[in-house]
C-alpha cells in the first residue's frame, strides 16, 4: 500500500557527474526508483538493499546495492517506516533492528548526556565547596588587624541612617553591656567599638574588626537591658567568628582568591567596601546566623546575663512587630526567627544554671532617653 | 554568472558577474566592491526565525545582502580572516557548514541551520551548523588552505580544522588517545567523521593561532 510514495533524498553513484546528487525516491513495488534533478534514473531491488542509519543527524536512511556502487540516501522520517512496508515487508527485518538499534542508542546518549551532566555539576559543587572552604580558612590565618582595616574602610563607606548619638546616658547603658560581655567574647581579643544612631530602625549590625552600629530604634522596641545584650553578644559573635571577612572571601573573584590564598588581600579590601556600599556586608547567611546565636547564648551566661533574653527579643518582634515601628528591618535580615528562639532555649537550657549578677542602669531611663536622646531629666 | 576566484589561496577573494536578471545572496560584510549597476538589499534570510537561528546558532550574521541587477556589473566578495576561499554546486544536496564558513551562494541555495549536538559543543565546534540545501553555487572560506577529501570509512580531524561536510557523515568527538596523552599532545579533543561523502579542512585552525599569540602576551 505504501509503493508509490515518494520522498526527497540523494543519491552516490559513479554513474552521476560529481558521484553524488539530489533525487526524488519512490517505493516501488519491487524497489527503490531514484531520479535526478537532471533526470537520471536509478533503481535498487529491496531484495539487494542493506539499510544503515548515520549522517550528521542521525537519522539519515541509507539504501546500500551490492558492493555499495549506488547508494540511496533520505532524512525524511516517514521514509524508515514506509520501507518497512514496501515490497510486501521484505525489509521489515532490517528496519525493525535499525528502530530498536537507534532507541537503544537515543537511550545511551540520554543516560551518557544525563551522567555528564551531573559530573558536571558534581565538578563544579566540588570546586566551590572547595574553594569556599580554602578561602574561608586562608582567613582565619589572617590576623585581626584585617578586619580592624575592612571594618574601618566599610564603616566610611556605609551611610549610617540617621544621626551619631552622645547622650551619655544611653553612651554609658550600652558601654555598661559591652564591659560586661567583652570578656567572654571567644577567638582573639579584639577592641568592640558601638556607635549608637538615631533612627527609628530596629536593627543592630557588626562589621569586621568589631565596629558595632546599634540604632535606637531597638533601644525604645527592648523591654529590658538583657535584650539589648542579647543583640549586642549576637553581633559581637558575628565579629569573633570573622563572618564579614569570611562572606568577602567567599565573594571573591577566582583571581582575587588565590591572591588571598598567597597572602595578598588588596582584593580581600577591595571586595568589602563594594559589599558595604551596596548594604551586603551586615548580611549573613543562616549558618552564620545560628553559629553567632550560639555563641552569644555562651557569652551572655558566662556574663552572668539570661542567655534567653535574645529569645525574648525575637519573640517580641514576631508578637509586636507589625506594632513596632523600623521592626521591618531586624526580621529582613534575621530570617526564620521561631526555629531560632527554639534553639536558643535548647541551648540555653543544656548549659544549664548560671550565676546571675544584675544590671546597674536604670532601663526606664534609658528607654526615656532612647525615645528622646540629649533629654534632660528633671531632678529628683 | 560568471564566478572566478582570485589570489588564492593566502588572500583569496571571489568576483561575480552578475548579468541582467541574477541575483546572488552573500554574507553581511563580505562586500569589498561592487559596480554601481548593482543594486544590494539587506534581507533576513528565510524570516525572523531562521534568521535569529542563523545568528545564534549558526555563527553567521542576522542579516544577509542580495546583490541583483537589471543590466550587468559585478561585485568583489572578502572573507575577513586570510585563507583560502572554495565553492560547490548542490545539485539537491546539502552541506554542513561550520559557523563563520559561509560567503555567498546564489539564490537556489537555502540556508537553514542544523543542530550539530552537545557533543560538538564540548569539542568547540559549536552547538549548531549553518545547513545549505538545494540547487546552485555556494562559496565558502576558511582560514588558511582548504583540503578537500572524499571520504568512505572513517577520519580523525583535529579541533578547530573541520570547515564543512555533506550531511551524509556524521561526527562525534572524542580524546586524541588516553587521557595522558590528550592533555599532554597539545592534540585535546578530535573529531571523529565517519560514512560516506565530501568534507572540507582548514590547514589552520584560528584557536591555534590566538593560542599561539596568547602565549606570547
Known sequence: MVSGSTFQGGLFSDDVLGKRAGATLRLGAYGIEAETLHGQSFSLPYDECQLEVGGASGRMVFCHGPHRTLTLFCEDPAFLPALAHAGHGRLLGQVTRLTQDARRERTQSLLRGLLALLVLVLVGYGAYRGFAYATSHSVEALPIAIDEQVGKLAMESMPLEGPKVTDPVLVQAVDELVSRLKPHAGGTPMTFEVTIVDAPIVNAYCLPGGKIVLFT???????????????????????????????????????????????????????????????????????????????????????????????????????????????????????????????????????????PRALTQDWEQVSRHAKQPGLQDSKP | MDAEIRNRPSFANVRVRLRAGEGLIAEAGAMASMSPTLQMRARMAGGFLSAFARRAFGGES????????????????????????????????????????????????????????LASFVGSEGLCRLRATGSGQLWFGAYGGIIERELDGELIVDGGHLVAYEPTLSLSIGLAGGIFSSLFSGEGLITRVRGRGKLYLQSRALEGLAGWVNSHL
Open chain 2, 62 to 117: 542576522f542579516f544577509i545582502n542580495e546583490f541583483a541587477t537589471d543590466s550587468e556589473g559585478e561585485v568583489i566578495l572578502t572573507q575577513p580572516y586570510p585563507g583560502d576561499i572554495t565553492s560547490i554546486t548542490l545539485q539537491g544536496t546539502g552541506l554542513m557548514l561550520q559557523p563563520g564558513a559561509f560567503l555567498a551562494c546564489e539564490p537556489g541555495v537555502k540556508l537553514g541551520v542544523g543542530w550539530a549536538g
Open chain 1, 217 to 355: 530604634g531597638l533601644l525604645k522596641a527592648a523591654k529590658a537591658p538583657e535584650q539589648v545584650a542579647g543583640v549586642l553578644a549576637h553581633e559581637m559573635a558575628h565579629a569573633t567568628l570573622r563572618h564579614g571577612i569570611k562572606r568577602i572571601a567567599n565573594s571573591l573573584g577566582l583571581i582575587a582568591g588565590v591572591n588571598l590564598l598567597l597572602g595578598d588581600t588588596s582584593g580581600l579590601v577591595a571586595v568589602a567596601v563594594e559589599l558595604a556600599q551596596h548594604g551586603l556586608l551586615t548580611s549573613h547567611d543562616r549558618e552564620q546566623e545560628t553559629a553567632s546565636d550560639v555563641e552569644a547564648v555562651r557569652m551572655m551566661a558566662a556574663a552572668g546575663l539570661a542567655p534567653t533574653a535574645l529569645a525574648d527579643f525575637f519573640a517580641l518582634l514576631e508578637k509586636d512587630g507589625a506594632e513596632v515601628p523600623g521592626a521591618i528591618a531586624w526580621l529582613a535580615s534575621h530570617p526564620q526567627l521561631a526555629d531560632r528562639q527554639q534553639e536558643i532555649r535548647q541551648r540555653s537550657e543544656k548549659l544549664g544554671a548560671f550565676q
